[in-house]
Structure formats: structure tokens, C-alpha cells
RNA sequence: GCGCCCAUGGCUCAGCUGGAUAGAGCGCCAGACUACGAAUCUGGAUGCCGCAAGUUCGAAUCUUGCUGGGCGCACCA
């Protein structure tokens, strides 16, 4: 509808500048909005407003203009009125909007799915925690909105991979390894000192003692490093089992989990390096070798390859990079905690050095979470294995309250997480009043089918029977969803999607308590019951979404 | 010290990429089930949009400077 409204607007426009009426102009974006306030019309351009400064002239006389060519063949405006500064308001025709529930019922599960992205590849890249624990209430947060950032950008026309980045290959992991190996030794008796460097939680003895109980004491006389290497790869594995098993309970499912040591193979990192600085990008002190990433406008160099011989995160990461993008990836989307947001320049300096724009790779950060129970904070260290895990945020909370918690506000401001609210099954948790709008529509339509009335299809259908105000909020609405949906994939604004589900739900609520769907009167019946149809086919696909169920009862 | 993010009713947060009278939930007060589900609805109070300038037809939104909070500033990941 807006999309129909901005081509009106354009062909005035073309037409005017032909005809004299206007300078050549040029449009850099043109806002058509549904304004706030009924009066303002169902549609707003402030086209002529943006136009004023550069044609040096009177808004209103552009507006004037504009919608003196404006032509319409389609006939779907009612009228037109210049307001305010110059503002050019829209009134549809009643019969269009009746339209639009036609095309909600015909696309079904499909309505709000359009093609934005024209099938271009892309990569998001989330999660991507180390395997050395499991995934706590951290991760979560940043698990969800690439989850619901992916199912955004595939609903909108890209072709979409969500990726694991396992960062298997560092020292965090021999720390684990060493924990493991550790504990191993204490459960055979041995008195160990366990140093602080290593992890605590409880987990690790776990592993420890299932290695115990299918390989017996052998690596008590094995090497250090050989039983650490060992006890690094098995603890590894199992660890990752379990983030995946995590993961998909909370509605989580990756394309592809990509091993950091696949980027070692065949000396890839090296190669690569070697690369960049025949390119000139990377040169060396005698002892280490530097990134040049102030050539892109980073505050210093950094390190590639460490005075020891080893190549750092950050050297793996480029080759990572640049594996994404000989993937064939247009974008690559990464999303990352706040607190690495230091990295950004040296990252985006990576990729342009290595012929990419910096465009191409998006990152977004997603504020830590606070973690509270009953008000108070809950004090949180994987090192220490003082964590609440997801798994029992999960067990606790449930998977749709948890998603759409963290779905609600947008992911770059702090979010406090609090699991005495979060698991209340009352209005204090949003999720619940948008799922009972959708139980309710399921229940009337029950009602209605219990009594002998059958549901209604469009053509038998007189839908001039919806003459409340409140029908046709409802209907422009559901008409805004895909248009909602586009807005937060070009954002990257997961957010609005639960914003528009409250408002929806509440528009509905409101409406049940004031109007009777099902009555005497088996016309205004039938209309009714088809707007409320298509009001949970909306319900239904934006919660589908957000990985979050649409029961018919609660 | 330098850099990034944030600042909107008592609390938690939106504000659609500069638009018309700044919104919602929670909490508070007063009401609505012999009616399709009261996990709902109706009504009420609450604001120098952190402060100060600037940009223009128009600023919560953009620029600059302050104030206050968070986070970074590794040859860790």
C-alpha cells in the first residue's frame, strides 16, 4: 500500500518536473507514513516538504502541484488533501481495504514475506561462544536476535545462513583441557591444586568422571601435554553437544558451525598473511608482525603474529572473514556483546584491506544483560562457574516468555532480565497478552463453528458490514505488517515486531470487550469473523517470527 | 587521558532512519463478567525528551560543547 502511494507520488512528480511546474529535483527518500492522528488521512507524504529547500519554493504551493498531477489509475483514492505545512494526506477507498483482507486470506502463512533482498546471500554469524561451558543468560540474548535477524531477512527475500563461529583453537581452550585433566587426577585420589586461571563450574568434573568411567586411569601415565590435548578435544566435543542441544530447546538451529582450526589448515592463516603484506598491508618489526589497520582509520596498528611465533585472534579472524566472503556472501552480518565493540575498526579495516566494503560487513552489538531475580542482582563469572545457565533460564522461565524478553527492546540498550517477572504468568509479562489475543480468536471461531456457523470465505462475505472505527484500525493494521516486517530487516530492528504484536493485540482486546463477533445478525457475523481470521493469520506468522508458539488455548 | 554506546512520566522502555498534539507497559486511583476466555477492558494522574548553543519551514531525532552512567583502550578471546 505504502509502495503504491510513493509510485503515485513519483509519477506527479515526474509529471510536473516535465511540464515545467517544477525544477529538475532530485529525491533522495520520500516518507509516505500513516499518521498518528485519523484525521491526517490514512496515508502522509511530506514530500513537498523535503522538495521546499532544494525547488526554493513554498511547500504548499508544491504540494499543490503534486497533487494537481497526481493520477490514479488503480482508483484507490478516495481523496486528497494538502495539510499542515504541506503535507499531502491520503484517503483510500473502503473497498481497497477489503481488498486487503482478501490477499491476508489468500497468502495465509505467507502474508508479510516479501521480496526486499532479491535472493541475496547472507551471512549471520552469532553465538559463536567458546566451548568451554555452557551457554549461560549472556549468550542468550545475543542467540535470540540473530535467530529472529535470520528468520527477518529470509521473510524479506534474502537467502539466509546462520552460522557458529567455534573459537576451538586458543588458550581458553587448553585452559579447559587443563581443567578437565585437573579434576581427572582428583577424582583418582590425587591431591591437585587447582589454579585460578582454570574453570570451576561443576560441569567439568562431570566430563572428568565420564572419561574415568570409559577410559579408566590411562592418562595418569601420559604425558601432560598429551593428556591435555586429549582431555582439550573430548571436553571440547561434549561441550558443544550441549550447547546445541541448549540452542535448539530454546528454538535456536544453525546452517553450519565453523571450526576456528579449520583456518589452520594447510597453513591458511600464514598464506593469507603472507598476502597482505606483499599488498603492503602487513609488515614486520624483526620480532612480530603488524596489521596496518590505521590505514583504515584505526586509532594503531595490531598484532598478527605474536613475538612467540603465534598468530593471534585477530589474524584468525581475518582468514575467517575472508573465507565468509569467498563463500559467495553479499552481506555478512556479525553479531557480537558490547564490550568487544573496540574490535569494530580492526575488523572493518580486515576486510577492506582485503578488498571488501566495509558496508558489506554489518555488526551489531548486543548490550550485556542483567541478570536479576526478585530485584536483586545475580552475580555471574564462567571462570568461577557462578552462572545461571540457559538451560535453566529455560526450565524456569519457558522458551517464549525468555525469547520475547529479550525481543522487546532493542539490542544495543541494557536490558535488565529479571526471572521472578520473567516467569509470572501474568500481564506483567507481554508475550502472554499478545498469545491470549490469538487463543481468543481461536476460541470465538470454535464458538462459531460449535453453533453451526460456518466460516466465512471472502466472495460470500460483505465486509461493508465493518463500519466501527475500530475495524478499520484493525484492518490498516494488519495492512502495516508487511510493511513493519521490511522496516525492521532494513534496520536490522528485531524490536519492532514484539512492538507491533502489543499494539495489535491490544487494538483486538479493546475491540472484543466493546463489539460481539458472533450475533443476530449473519452478515455483520460473517464480516466480523473474517477480520478476526485474518487477524490471526498476522498474529500467527509475526510470532512465527519471533520463534514464539501462537497457542489456541492457554 | 582517548574512543564507542546510552540519557524520554515513579520504574522498564518505544518513538518507523527530521514531521502535525511525545507514546506503551508496570505501579497508583476509580470502575466493567447471568454476554464469543477478566492472562481482558474502560476512565484518571504523572514530562524543561540530562544541560546549553547551533542547523531549518519544523529537532526527542542531526552538529558542537558540557554533565552523569556503561563499556572498551593486549603480542586475551
Redesign the pocket.
Known sequence: MKNKITKLLENALNISVQKGQLPEVSLP?M?V?????P???DY???A???L??QAKQN?RKIAQIIQDNLSDPENIIGKTQI???????FFIKDDVWHKALKNIDEQKEKYGFINYGGGKKVQVEFVSA?PTGPLHIGHARGAVVGDVLSSLLSATGYCVSKEYYI???????NNLGKSVLLRYRELLDEKIEFPETCYRGDYIKDIAGKIIKEEGEKYLHSTEEAAIGYFTSIAGQIILEEIKIDLRDFGVVFDEYFS?KELYKNDGVTKLLDKLKKQGFVYS?G??LWFKTTDFGD??D??V????G????????IAYHQNKFARGFDTVIDIW??????????MWAGIQALGYSKESLKII?V??V?LLRGGAPVAMSTRSGEFVTLREVLDEVGRDAARYNFL?????????FDLE?AKK??????V??V???H??I???????QERGIALPVYADTDLSFLREPEEKTLIKMLV?YP??IC?AA??L?P??IP?YL??L???F???????????ENDGL?AA?LFLIMEIKIVLQNALNILGVSA????
Open positions: 527518500y516518507e507514513e500513516a499518521p498518528a492522528n484525521e491526517h488521512g502522509a507524504a511530506n513537498a516538504l523535503i521546499a529547500a511547500p495539510a499542515g505545512p504541506g503535507f499531502i494526506n567458546n573459537n576451538d583453537a586458543g588458550n581458553q581452550m576456528e618489526d620480532e612480530t586509532e594503531k595490531r598484532v603474529i605474536r613475538k612467540n603465534e598468530p593471534t585472534y585477530f589474524a584468525a579472524d556483546g558490547a564490550d568487544h565493540h573496540g574490535y569494530m575498526p580492526r552489538l548490550q550485556l542483567n522487546m527492546r532493542r539490542s544495543d540498550s541494557h536490558l535488565d517477572v504468568q501474568s500481564n506483567e509479562n507481554p502472554y497478552y498469545q491470549y489475543a487463543a481468543r481461536c476460541s470465538i471461531l470454535k464458538m462459531a502495516r510493511e513493519t522496516g532494513k534496520a530492528e524490536h519492532r512492538f502489543n499494539e493485540a491490544g487494538v482486546h479493546s475491540y472484543y470487550n466493546k463489539n460481539k463477533v458472533i450475533s457475523t466480523r497457542p489456541e488455548k492457554m
